[in-house]
């Protein structure tokens, strides 16, 4: 019953794997992808969950990273700024640093 349907869909023998799928998601939101890639990136996330759900909130947080304003460049010396307020940062941050 399997084997019918692999020999409809010449791809399916190599279907993406969920990593491979989520390396290449930018890409795809990018539409930076060629034909054969794209077919099979769909094919794979119209049948898994996981990765239509990943997809989704990547595409949600790149429409809200380019909707946010520039940032505004941050001082060099913040970290250690930040850091030297903080009660116990000798400690806590010993080996960060
Ligand atoms: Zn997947």
Known sequence: ??????SLL???SSEMS???LRQ?????LDGEMDARTLWRFRFHLE??????AFVSSLRATIQTLNNLPPPAP????LKERISA???GS???NSSNS
């Open 74 to 77: 941050v001082p060099v010396d």
């Open 85 to 87: 307020r903080l009660p």
């Open 24 to 28: 290449l998601a930018s890409d795809y």
């Open 10 to 12: 010449p791809f399916a």
């Open 18 to 20: 969920c990593v491979k």
């Open 1 to 6: 019953m399997i084997e019918w349907l692999r």
């Open 90 to 92: 000798d400690s806590s």
């Open 47 to 52: 049948r898994c969950g996981g990765c239509g």
